[in-house]
């Protein structure tokens, strides 16, 4: 699926047609790390020197100085300029309007990947996790997921089920941060198809079932390693993928 990816144009603009998706590395080197650094506010170093995890400090550092660079790029501002705010579940926020439209976005990383997205007007969430065989599947299954997906994952192969259960832990995970809830948010009150390969994928919101036709919910084709999804309120967008 490498033929997605695209190299980032020298000028590029938000829209509310496109949601704008970037992949990048995270093995970057000091000197490219640095970079990131020299972008972050005061807040958000101090965000950062509080992992205690070298990787994860790293992690949040290149993401958060990828993500001005990009807002930089679409906005055409300084990337050191953006003032963010929190939501309630400490969900990063700008509060800027674009075109007549708020400026939204969602990052997420795993091992040595990061994607996000940008755009104008919809709501979204966007998560990646590299496929792992040291998980304890159906366990998790009956203890995070609904009864639905629980069912589905126990009809898949020891070979098929990693797959299977990351494509829905990530569908899960991009829907509860495009709701701005996070894990506040129950992962059982709602269900999404588990079939890795499904690229529209199934979603059934149990609190109400009309919720879910607000929603679109779609797989992010990455490298093999890697399952990815987003979510986004609304339909009859477009996706452009970006290699940063």
């Known amino acids: 699926m490498s033929g997605l990816w695209h190299r980032t144009p020298a000028k590029l603009r938000l829209s509310e047609t496109y949601i704008d998706i970037w992949r990048t590395s995270l093995n970057l080197t000091r000197h490219e790390i640095d970079a990131c650094l020299a972008l972050l506010s005061p807040d958000e ?10 990787r994860k400090y790293r992690e949040y550092i290149i ?19 953006f003032e963010f705010e929190y939501s309630e579940h400490d969900k990063p926020l700008l509060n800027l309007i674009h075109k007549g439209a708020p400026v939204t976005f969602n990052v997420s990383h795993s091992h040595e990947q990061t994607l996000i997205a940008v755009t104008l007007g919809h709501a979204l969430g966007i998560d990646i996790e590299q496929v792992r065989q040291d998980v304890q599947f159906r366990q998790l299954a009956k203890r995070f997921f609904s009864a639905q997906e629980a069912r589905e994952l126990e009809t898949y192969t020891e070979a098929g089920i990693p797959r299977a259960f990351f494509a829905c832990w990530t569908r899960k995970e991009a829907f509860v941060k495009a709701l701005g809830d996070g894990i506040a948010f129950g992962l059982n009150e709602f269900s999404v198809s588990v079939n890795p390969f499904d690229d529209n994928v199934a979603l059934t919101t149990h609190w109400d079932p009309e919720e879910a036709g607000n929603w679109s919910l779609l797989n992010i084709h990455t490298d093999a390693d890697y399952i990815a999804a987003l979510a986004v309120a609304g339909q009859g967008f477009k996706i452009r993928y970006w290699e940063f």
Do not use: E
């Not at 170093?45 to 070298?54: G, H, L, P, S």
């Not at 993500?67 to 501002?77: E, P, S």
């Open 45 to 54: 170093i101090a965000r950062a020197n509080r992992f205690k995890v070298k």
């Open 63 to 81: 993401s958060r100085g990828l993500l001005r660079r990009i807002l930089g790029l679409t906005l055409g501002t300084d990337p050191a300029d």
